[in-house]
């Protein structure tokens, strides 16, 4: 048969509806591309160092001459011409401070003249205090501060106790054997209970209460995972916490544990609880009890398992039961049959918790069944539990601790200063010295500052004076903490005083002062700043340092790049403040090295006013270093083993460590020397 002759292909329906797809889509591609691309390109450049200082004036701050802080002879300037015209203002200030001669126990001396702001007619807008002002105010308040402590330390004036004792005074308050309290008189007096002198082995904590009825709560991560597409689950969870003194005022307290059972609202959609600690707001890692026994072979708490098991909804009637019940039945044996427990909290019905603390970790045990067992973390003791937090759904009926120490802890942040020539500082070599240290700390960090002392200060490079490391500290608005402060730079030498009241937005300034420490007081090759809740592993730093064979342009840390300024939070930073989109490339302020020759860089942009500053100090350093970039090369060296967030295997140095973490640190660097970290 003949095919008749083909007809010209116009297309068919489905094919005409593919092209406008796709031509459809092609204009969505070219629309993105014309708004997007160009934003993107423009965010990822590399910044102009100075562009953003030209609209910066009401923030930037030149901080003038410093020469004469704690200078030595073998390491003096030789402009003549500068150190004349600062002496009299360093000159002025001892006689109007002090009324003496004596400079041996005086501050770290820079006035506040010599922080001369370059303000431009423009005023900032809204409630913002600029830098220069927020400057102004802690000199002004640390000026008399430090008035003060020369008047308490002046003969008559508290001088019949014997400085040469370092350690506090113990604390007066009482150590009740056992404390109670109602819901009622919790909740007006705040709801962390307090517990004056710790916990100790065998001290109770008893909570009879009531879980709320469920409420409807916006969850849409834990919607998802469980059926249906409503992101509204019902919740019903509270927690239980024993926390610790605030490192800082505007962190939360370390949590030595953190007890969450949470009845409805997990992610799993089952009844829960779950353990954790905290600090510096780093959580742990979560250990969850779900309705399942612990295996044999983890290990126990005392002796008894880590979670014991519950009937769970998926299946009342476990497979193992099910299995003995048929051998029984095949051979003739009839067993006891055992108890299968329900989730031991349910909504509206009380209950009566306890916490106990035993040798190995704390036991909770519900209406008198043992349920879960905690180890004890490194880095958390019972002996630092200053309150109990009972909040979430849950009404509080009352509160029972007994069992309690009669005496206050050894491990108590006002004693825990301890004498002895081991913890004093190595005196500053007059030959030139590898690296130098300056360690960041707040007047009242005693306890964070003895931690570093006992452990990676105790290392040889520091002890045979190869490395130099001391404390940058700034006053405290309370003068007992001054003196013991005080007291305490006397005693180690190793903390350098600077005279102004600490403010975080103005801890630029001790980066200042430790840049000037490392040229004008030691003759370092490297300069390194960390923070005192800092553990550092300083042979391997040398060895890190040694292995980039980079003498001059050195910038070494974790770095950032395209960073930009978060605009809302608690670390928020206006467009007044920085109106740049992203930062200049810098390193985490944990832990960073500069070499000399960058160091040198930033003490005479100092020394001659030029020097910008930001409220970041780890920002403020990488804006330095990009500016001395323009004239000679940097090299910049990046390695995630300077932790920002806690520890990480084979670490330089791990952040946020507290003094009990910095211990087990240090014991496991003495044991196997290759960066193990604590809970982990």
Same mark, same amino acid.
């Given at each position: 048969?003949?095919r ?5 292909d116009?297309g068919s329906?489905?094919r005409?509806r ?9 204009a969505?591609c070219?629309?993105?591309m ?17 562009s953003?200082?030209d609209?910066?004036?009401n923030?930037?701050v030149?901080?003038?001459d ?30 109007q ?20 702001s370059?303000v431009?007619?423009e005023?900032t807008?809204?409630d ?5 002002d927020?400057?102004?105010?802690a000199?002004?308040a640390g000026?008399?501060?430090?008035e003060?402590l020369?008047?308490?330390?002046s003969?008559g004036?508290?001088?019949s ?22 819901g009622?008189?919790?909740?007006k ?9 710790g ?6 904590i ?27 689950v019902?919740v019903s969870q509270?927690?239980?916490e024993?926390?610790g ?9 370390p949590r030595?544990?953190?007890l969450?059972?949470r009845?409805?609202?997990d ?20 250990h969850?009890c ?20 519950w ?11 099910k ?11 009839s ?19 306890t916490?106990?603390?035993?040798v ?7 209406d008198g ?7 004890y ?6 002996e ?6 009972v ?26 200063l301890?004498?002895g020539?081991?913890?004093k ?9 590898e690296?130098?240290v300056?360690i ?24 045979? +004076? @190869?490395v130099?490391?001391? *404390?940058? &500290?700034?006053l405290h608005? =309370?003068?007992?903490?001054? !003196?013991?402060?005080?007291k ?9 005083i ?23 007081n030691?003759?370092?090759?490297y ?10 592993r300083?042979?391997?730093i040398?060895?890190e340092v040694?292995?980039t064979?980079i003498?001059?342009?050195?910038y ?6 395209f960073h ?17 989109r ?9 832990g960073?090295?500069? +070499? @000399?020759?960058?160091v040198? *860089?930033? &003490?005479?942009?100092?020394? =001659?006013g030029?020097l910008? !500053?930001f ?10 270093v ?30 946020y ?11 496991k ?12």
């Amino acid at each position: 048969m003949r095919r008749g002759s083909r007809l010209p292909d116009m297309g068919s329906p489905g094919r005409q509806r593919s092209k406008k797809t796709v031509l459809l889509v092609a204009a969505v591609c070219m629309v993105f591309m014309m708004i997007f691309i160009p934003q993107y390109l423009q965010m990822n450049e590399l910044p102009d160092i100075d562009s953003p200082m030209d609209r910066l004036e009401n923030n930037v701050v030149e901080i003038g001459d410093m020469d004469k802080i704690l200078h030595t002879p073998h390491r003096r300037r030789t402009e003549e011409e500068s150190l004349a015209s600062s002496d009299l203002n360093h000159r002025q200030l001892e006689q109007q401070a002090s009324g003496g001669e004596d400079v041996k126990n005086t501050p770290f001396k820079f006035t506040q003249d010599q922080v001369r702001s370059k303000v431009s007619s423009e005023e900032t807008t809204g409630d913002i205090v600029p830098l220069p002002d927020v400057i102004g105010r802690a000199w002004s308040a640390g000026a008399k501060a430090w008035e003060e402590l020369e008047i308490a330390l002046s003969p008559g004036e508290g001088s019949s106790k014997n400085e040469s004792n370092v350690t506090a005074d113990v604390p007066t308050e009482s150590c009740p054997a056992s404390l109670s309290t109602t819901g009622k008189e919790l909740e007006k007096s705040g709801k962390v209970f307090p517990i004056p002198c710790g916990l100790m082995f065998g001290s109770a904590i008893t909570i009879i209460g009531k879980p709320k009825e469920a409420h409807i709560e916006y969850k849409p991560p834990i919607a998802r995972v469980g059926e249906g597409v409503s992101p509204y689950v019902m919740v019903s969870q509270f927690i239980v916490e024993l926390q610790g003194l605030k490192v800082l005022k505007d962190e939360d307290p370390p949590r030595i544990l953190h007890l969450n059972p949470r009845l409805r609202g997990d992610w799993s959609w089952k009844p829960v609880i779950e353990h954790n600690t905290c600090y510096r707001n780093q959580w742990g890692a979560a250990h969850r009890c779900e309705g399942w026994l612990s295996p044999e072979y983890d290990e126990t708490v005392d002796g008894l398992p880590k979670c014991e098991k519950w009937l769970r909804e998926d299946d009342k009637k476990p497979a193992s039961a099910k299995k003995s019940w048929w051998l029984g039945r095949l051979v003739g044996r009839s067993d006891k049959e055992t108890l299968e427990w329900e989730y031991p909290l349910a909504e509206g019905r009380e209950f009566v918790l306890t916490i106990r603390a035993g040798v190995e970790g704390f036991h909770v045990t519900i209406d008198g069944r043992h349920i879960t067992s905690f180890p004890y973390r490194a880095g958390y003791v019972m002996e630092e539990a200053t309150g109990i937090l009972v909040s979430g759904d849950v009404d509080l009926i009352s509160l029972t601790v007994t069992s309690l120490p009669l005496t206050h802890p050894s491990y108590y942040p006002e004693l825990v200063l301890e004498e002895g020539d081991i913890w004093k500082a190595p005196p500053v070599p007059t030959g030139e010295i590898e690296l130098f240290v300056g360690i960041m700390s707040s007047s009242n960090h005693f306890a964070e500052r003895m931690a570093v002392r006992k452990t990676w200060l105790q290392s040889k490079s520091i002890q045979s +004076s @190869e490395v130099v490391a001391r *404390f940058f &500290v700034a006053l405290h608005a =309370n003068k007992d903490i001054n !003196l013991q402060l005080k007291k305490e730079a006397d005693y180690y030498g190793d903390i350098i005083i600077l005279p102004f009241i600490d403010r975080y937005d103005i801890v630029v300034l001790k980066t200042v002062a430790i840049c000037k420490f490392g040229v004008q007081n030691v003759t370092a090759k490297y300069i390194m700043k960390c923070d005192d809740d800092t553990f550092v592993r300083i042979d391997s730093i040398l060895d890190e340092v040694r292995a980039t064979a980079i003498g001059q342009g050195l910038y070494m840390g974790s770095m950032n790049e395209f960073h930009r300024p978060l605009r809302t939070g608690k670390w928020a930073v206006t467009a007044e403040e920085w109106p740049e989109r992203i930062y200049p490339i810098y390193a985490n302020g944990p832990g960073y090295i500069l +070499s @000399e020759d960058i160091v040198h *860089f930033i &003490v005479e942009q100092s020394e =001659n006013g030029t020097l910008r !500053l930001f409220k970041m100090e780890d920002v403020s350093v990488g804006l330095w270093v990009g500016q001395y970039a323009k004239e000679k090369p940097v090299q910049y060296e990046h390695s995630i083993r300077f932790a920002q967030a806690g520890c990480v295997p084979h670490y330089l140095s791990a952040h946020y460590q507290s003094p009990r973490q910095m211990l087990c640190l240090w014991d496991k660097l003495l044991a196997t020397n290759d960066g193990k970290c604590c809970n982990m």
